[in-house]
């Protein structure tokens, strides 16, 4: 396969799981990268069609709703978060 | 058409029992007949403040967080940066935002304020709303 240089940034525990993964298969850590990061993007947008796609990822929201205790306000907790953040942007220092 | 989601919505889609079974049924709708879900860069951000409540609040076991977090990021949506800010704030004001919080009046209201800085002139931006009857 015919390669381009380009750069991704890593942080350095990523690095060092990629290249001892690398290391393990003793295969270039770049193609190592290339090989999982088709393979991740073909699960997540390869041949599934959006309606398969929305279909697997409402399942798996509704398995995670029914472990959620109690009622829960999604609009209060967004709205709380935002007010959160507001309030913590006014306390900066301005310079 | 595309649709522009509020973070309201899928915090509500992983955590609501009231609301989340009605809106799950809406995606998968919008989905069947093809309509677009965009959202803010910044959506996924309040989506972990919110779970972040719940953990502290005890109402989600701190474990579920990785499977709730693949969950939310399986949703085809696709996430925009705000690349022009200076344009969304021209559109926000020619389509007449005045404030930063408006009411909320229906339970899955549609506006044709855009809550980003990426619109297109067939957007709509659904938000779920303080009004909504299972809330």
């Known amino acids: ?95 | 058409m595309a649709l522009v989601v509020d973070a309201s919505l899928v915090v509500a889609l992983a955590t609501d029992a009231a609301c989340g079974q009605m809106i799950a049924e809406r995606f998968g709708e919008w989905a069947e007949v093809g309509e677009e879900l965009h959202a803010p860069a910044l959506l996924p951000y309040e989506a972990a403040s919110a779970l972040t409540r719940l953990i502290a609040a005890g109402q989600l076991a701190g474990e579920v967080l990785p499977e709730a977090w693949a969950a939310i990021g399986r949703a085809p949506i696709s996430y925009h940066a705000l690349s022009d800010g200076a344009g969304a704030v021209e559109l926000a004001l020619r389509l007449g935002a005045t404030a930063p919080t408006t009411p909320r009046t229906s339970s899955l209201r549609s506006s044709s304020t855009p809550s980003s800085g990426h619109s297109t002139a067939r957007s709509r931006a659904m938000r779920l709303s303080a009004g909504c009857p299972c809330a």
């Open chain 1, 1 to 95: 396969m015919a390669t381009d240089d380009h750069t991704v940034r890593l942080d350095p525990d990523t690095y060092s799981v990629l290249e001892s993964e690398a290391g393990r298969r003793n295969v270039p850590l770049d193609a190592l990268a290339g090989e999982l990061l088709r393979e991740r993007l073909a699960e997540t947008s390869g041949e599934e069609g959006t309606p398969e796609r929305m279909r697997a990822a409402l399942a798996a929201l509704s398995a995670i709703r029914a472990q959620v205790k109690g009622p829960v306000d999604a609009i209060r907790l967004v709205r709380e978060g935002r007010e959160e953040l507001e309030r913590r942007s006014l306390r900066w220092p301005s310079s």
